[in-house]
């Protein structure tokens, strides 16, 4: 329903009693939320039993310059790079921008609006009409001038409910910001690292190579010798063929990981031609910090990004809910208005009105009920993104966490195993050379030391794969410093943040 009441300052009684009048005969027959809730909450880290697998170990949460740890000042330098030219980190830092406008869009709403209009009309007034004569018939040129100025009461709360929601979702895509800034460097440190794994292997595949150039001189001699015959040399040369194709296959796995990095940097594929081979170290001794499950909801951004959406859901459920009740809108103007242009200027040109527009709405087929479901729906989804955003950070950080602790117990064996490969490959050759075994006994310890070799580079390397995706999971040194005056504090939200609207 939508009245408009105008009046002079002698009428406001009158405009009172009118309104008290309206909202007694409707408000008993408009329309309502009656049945329309929800009890959906957002779970705390507590209420998911995770003290086995990610055990408190007086470790401390990973610093914003994390991967300073593997002392490689190349990798430093390429982050800081990457923040620079990314474009994923621009297209973040745009949806961040857009959020904000949105946000100041709902503050406007909240206060009065002021407007000036000016406007000139040319116009023959009909002959036969209301106009009456000397202007019936005839051409006039209408003056007016207005100053006008509106402000909705907003006496449920809608207006600053949209600006509340509005602000939670600048909150939450700030903090989608930090995960694509985490993501980003945690894909350049992995990325980075398999690079340091190409090379790694590619030193065991050289050295292979001159393995294989070795058993081939000395299988020559040994023809020569008549221990040996041509089934032997051709098997030589095949074996040495093949590990200098394995050696080419590397250097153009190394080449496309260039092109990686410079494209995660936001460059040309030129930029990944100039970065040198890794010198990356072990890192730090991996202990997980104390509280962790209660502090990793302010250390994720994508946790506190999920939580920033239920509150705003929060917020547009209750703006959903205002709807339903009277809306009243001031309006006040004052200006010119007059025929022609000589008259426009004067006090008899004055006109000026001020009144309020009242809007309840009473039957509207349901439309403010299915919209309060809709809203309530995206709040029931919010929430169980929250909570699984919160059950796949716990497991991430319980799943790197058992993987280097694997890692860590599978290279003792390894590094045991390839001692003893290593040995036994040196004993053979020799014993070949001196004719005291086959060819068939130097390629199989030959092979038995490649691969132990290649394993125990492999775990190194996936160790601090590991050590890095674990950096990731416990938030890559992200701190929650969002603050909203109109919401608990952030302590609060760690302990208890439990959200719920009926």
Request: charged content about 20%; glycine content about 6%.
């Amino acid at each position: 329903m939508n009245t408009q009441i105008h009046q002079s300052s002698s009428g406001s009684r009158v405009l009172k009693l009118g309104v008290s009048a309206i909202f007694a005969a409707v408000l008993s027959a408009c329309a309502n939320y009656a049945g329309i809730h929800s009890d959906k909450q957002m779970a705390t880290p507590h209420q998911y039993e995770s003290t086995q697998s990610v055990p408190a170990g007086d470790g401390h949460w990973p610093a914003a310059d994390w991967a300073d740890q593997f002392g490689d000042a190349q990798l430093k330098a390429l982050l800081a790079e990457a923040l620079k030219g990314s474009p994923t980190l621009e297209q973040a830092r745009a949806r961040v921008a857009q959020a904000q406008a949105f946000s100041e869009t709902a503050k406007a709403n909240t206060l009065p609006r002021v407007d000036a209009d000016y406007s000139l009309t040319r116009q023959q007034y009909s002959g036969t009409a209301l106009v009456p004569p000397p202007y019936a018939g005839a051409w006039q040129t209408e003056n007016k001038g207005l100053l006008s100025a509106s402000y909705d009461l907003d006496l449920w709360g809608k207006n600053r409910e949209a600006l509340k929601a509005a602000v939670s979702q600048t909150e939450a895509s700030q903090a989608d910001a930090e995960v694509v800034k985490l993501t980003l460097n945690t894909s350049i440190a992995r990325t980075y690292n398999q690079f340091a794994r190409l090379y790694a292997l590619r030193d065991i595949a050289q050295q292979e190579v001159t393995r294989r150039e070795q058993i081939d001189r000395i299988t020559a001699g040994r023809i020569a010798t008549g221990l040996d015959t041509e089934v032997e040399r051709k098997t030589a040369q095949a074996n040495l063929a093949t590990s200098r194709a394995s050696l080419a296959a590397l250097d153009g796995s190394i080449l496309t990981t260039r092109y990686q990095l410079a494209a995660l940097l936001g460059a040309g594929p030129d930029r990944g031609l100039s970065i040198a081979r890794p010198t990356l170290g072990v890192g730090d001794e991996v202990r997980l910090p104390d509280n962790l499950p209660a502090d990793l909801v302010s250390r994720r951004p994508d946790i506190v990004a999920a939580r920033w959406r239920v509150d705003a859901l929060t917020h547009e459920v209750k703006e959903a809910k205002a709807e339903f009740y009277p809306d009243i809108n001031l309006s006040a103007a004052m200006g010119l208005d007059a025929f022609g242009f000589g008259r426009f200027l004067t006090a008899a040109s004055r006109t000026g009105s001020a009144g309020a527009a009242i809007h309840l709405p009473i039957f509207d087929g349901g439309e403010l009920r299915a919209q309060l479901k809709g809203r309530y729906a995206e709040f029931d989804y919010a929430v169980a993104g929250y909570n699984q955003t919160l059950i796949t950070a716990l497991t991430d950080v319980a799943t790197q966490l058992a993987q280097i602790r694997s890692s860590d117990v599978q290279l003792v064996d390894a590094q045991t195993a390839q001692e003893a490969a290593q040995s036994a490959d040196e004993l053979a050759i020799t014993q070949y050379k001196a004719g005291l075994t086959n060819q068939l006994t130097v390629l199989n310890a030959d092979m038995n030391a490649l691969h132990a070799d290649q394993a125990v580079a492999d775990l190194k390397m996936d160790r601090r794969d590991q050590q890095i995706a674990l950096a990731s999971a416990l938030g890559g040194g992200y701190v929650d410093t969002s603050k909203d005056p109109n919401r608990r504090a952030d302590a609060a939200a760690q302990s208890n943040p439990v959200v719920a609207v009926r």
